[in-house]
């Protein structure tokens, strides 16, 4: 079964991410920061296919039961470096 993403803006470049993996269900807030829009290949990108591609990243890497409740892009990007960077660009088609 697909794991089902739905992004729901909440305003001021944060979005609530509901995520159910057959009987496993999460909740995250994500923030969009200009830390990572601003990055050569993903400058204009859509924000909410960018909150989108970066849950479905994280969830690649670990359960969704283990998904924070909180992801700032910033501090995302610090932890995975240029593995998130270059894997949301491809994502987004822009690499």
């Known amino acids: 079964m697909a794991v089902d ?3 729901e803006p909440l305003g001021d470049r ?3 991410v509901r995520v159910e993996d ?16 601003e990055r050569p290949g993903l400058d204009g990108s859509d924000e909410q296919q960018v909150v989108r591609e970066t849950v479905a990243f994280l969830i690649e890497r670990q359960p969704v039961i283990d998904i924070p409740p909180m992801i700032d892009l910033d501090d995302l990007a610090d932890a995975y470096g240029d593995a998130y960077l270059e894997e949301l660009a491809r994502r987004l088609g822009r690499a």
């Open 5 to 7: 993403i739905r992004v």
């Open 14 to 16: 944060e979005y609530l």
């Open 22 to 37: 057959g009987r496993v269900e999460a909740a995250t807030q994500v923030r969009v920061t200009d830390g990572v829009l």
